[in-house]
Each structure stands twice: as C-alpha cells, then as structure tokens.
C-alpha cells in the first residue's frame, strides 16, 4: 500500500481502495521452462473493477537493458492465467500495473518501454510493433524525506538498503521501532528484525565482522535492544573501514 501510494504516480489511485489489496499466488512457466515464483501479485479494487499489480523484484547489481521485454512476457503469462481462470472484467482482462524495484548503484538507463527495443519500422508497420511500458522504481535515486523523518515501512526499506553510517541505520531502526509497536504490527516487525540481520551478515565480510552479526543474530528484537545495536554496528563500520583502508594500501 504505501509503494503504490508514495511512489507510483497516476490519477487512478483516486479511485483505489486500498484495503482491498490481496497476494495472489504466482507462479507461471517461463520461455525457459522454468516456473517463476519470485514476482509478487496483487490485486485491488478500483471502485466497480479490479486492478493487477505486478511486481517484480529484481536484486541485481546491474541495469537489465532487455527488461522491458521480459515484463511484457511476464505480464502475458499473467494475463492468460486470468483468462484461464475467469478472473475477467465484463469479457475483458482487467488492468495490469507492472512495477520493476531495482536496488542497484548503477543509474538504471534501460529503456522502460519495449518499444524501444525495436528499431524503426518501415512504413505501415509501426502499428504493428508491441507498446508496454513499466513504471521503475530506483531506490538509489528516489527523493527520500529528511533523514529525521521515516514515513512508512517502504521508506525504512529503502533507508536501510543505503545507508552509509552507523547513524544512518540506528535512525532507520529507532523511526521502524516507533512505526511498528502496534501488536497488529508484529508479524512485519518480525520480518524487519530478519532482514536487518541478513542485512548486517550480507555487509559482513571478515571473520571478525561475522563474529559481530552473529552476536547480533542472538537478540530476538533488535529495536528494543537499541544501545547494543548501535555499539555493534558502530564497531563493524569501524572494523570494515580499516580493513578498507589496510587491504588499500596493501594492493598500493
């Protein structure tokens, strides 16, 4: 709810309801033959009709030029699953929303519409050529509020994944401890303390560092343990620099 409403422009959510948001299963067979089931689906309504939401998880480090292409098989493959199960509006396939998140340092400069991956048609066949296009969001370059200020979740993600300082990352975890003390709350509270921690071991590199995320992975709730965190997380910066610095002038 708060990606669509925060970062996903269009007149169209004056009209969505979004507590009708719902995961729908998806797994579809690729051109490779290999199921996917990483994307996630979801579905809401639009006052009298339903809307689609696919969303694609792409963890890569680099641009995927060709990516506007993959979505449009992708959202194919959905669009005949909806088909063969009815889930059909008056006749028609209801609205597709295809979101792409991308979480890579490189500026993503892929083109967004898979016309683009065309070349130029000769005359009378440009209406020929497929149209579809699907709406990037690059978390490195996104316009984020004030680092004082946290306004949901999909924010504190998105901090987390590019913060620089270990004041970068004990904000971010002071601003989700305020957000999710709510006992509704709890299962996604539970989510956020695993991926901080699979955050701070994906950062690890030494055996030193390990050593640290480990103590780490032994509090159960790393929000309410917010002065340990931050003299754990102050030491492995502190570690990761000098190991920086010492493997630099090494290869120097």
């Given at each position: 709810?708060?990606?669509?409403?925060?970062?996903?422009?269009?007149?169209?959510?004056?009209?969505?309801?979004?507590?009708?948001?719902?995961?729908?299963?998806?797994?579809?067979?690729?051109?490779?033959?290999?199921?996917?089931?990483?994307?996630?689906?979801?579905?809401?309504?639009?006052?009298?009709?339903?809307?689609?939401?696919?969303?694609?998880?792409?963890?890569?480090?680099?641009?995927?030029?060709?990516?506007?292409?993959?979505?449009?098989?992708?959202?194919?493959?959905?669009?005949?699953?909806?088909?063969?199960?009815?889930?059909?509006?008056?006749?028609?396939?209801?609205?597709?929303?295809?979101?792409?998140?991308?979480?890579?340092?490189?500026?993503?400069?892929?083109?967004?519409?898979?016309?683009?991956?065309?070349?130029?048609?000769?005359?009378?066949?440009?209406?020929?050529?497929?149209?579809?296009?699907?709406?990037?969001?690059?978390?490195?370059?996104?316009?984020?509020?004030?680092?004082?200020?946290?306004?949901?979740?999909?924010?504190?993600?998105?901090?987390?994944?590019?913060?620089?300082?270990?004041?970068?990352?004990?904000?971010?975890?002071q601003a989700l401890d305020m957000l999710l003390r709510d006992p509704e709350q709890q299962a996604m509270r539970h989510t956020f303390v695993a991926w901080i921690k699979h955050l701070l071991h994906r950062k690890s590199a030494s055996s030193t560092l390990s050593a640290m995320a480990n103590e780490i992975?032994?509090?159960?709730?790393?929000?309410?343990?917010?002065?340990?965190?931050?003299?754990?997380?102050?030491?492995?910066?502190?570690?990761?620099?000098?190991?920086?610095?010492?493997?630099?002038?090494?290869?120097?």
């Amino acid at each position: 709810r708060d990606l669509l409403r925060d970062w996903v422009p269009g007149e169209w959510l004056a009209e969505a309801d979004l507590s009708t948001l719902e995961r729908i299963s998806a797994s579809y067979v690729a051109e490779n033959e290999k199921e996917r089931h990483d994307d996630m689906v979801w579905r809401l309504r639009l006052r009298d009709r339903w809307l689609w939401v696919y969303l694609v998880l792409e963890f890569q480090s680099e641009p995927d030029r060709w990516m506007a292409l993959r979505m449009l098989v992708y959202a194919g493959l959905l669009a005949q699953d909806l088909v063969r199960r009815g889930e059909l509006a008056d006749g028609k396939l209801p609205p597709i929303l295809p979101v792409v998140l991308y979480n890579g340092l490189p500026v993503w400069r892929a083109p967004t519409s898979v016309s683009d991956l065309f070349a130029s048609s000769p005359p009378g066949l440009a209406d020929y050529q497929p149209r579809f296009t699907y709406h990037l969001i690059d978390e490195a370059r996104l316009r984020l509020h004030p680092a004082t200020s946290v306004r949901n979740a999909v924010e504190a993600l998105f901090r987390l994944e590019h913060g620089r300082t270990p004041d970068d990352l004990r904000r971010v975890i002071q601003a989700l401890d305020m957000l999710l003390r709510d006992p509704e709350q709890q299962a996604m509270r539970h989510t956020f303390v695993a991926w901080i921690k699979h955050l701070l071991h994906r950062k690890s590199a030494s055996s030193t560092l390990s050593a640290m995320a480990n103590e780490i992975d032994a509090i159960s709730d790393l929000m309410e343990a917010d002065s340990m965190l931050a003299e754990r997380i102050e030491a492995w910066f502190e570690e990761a620099t000098r190991r920086g610095l010492q493997t630099g002038f090494q290869r120097g």
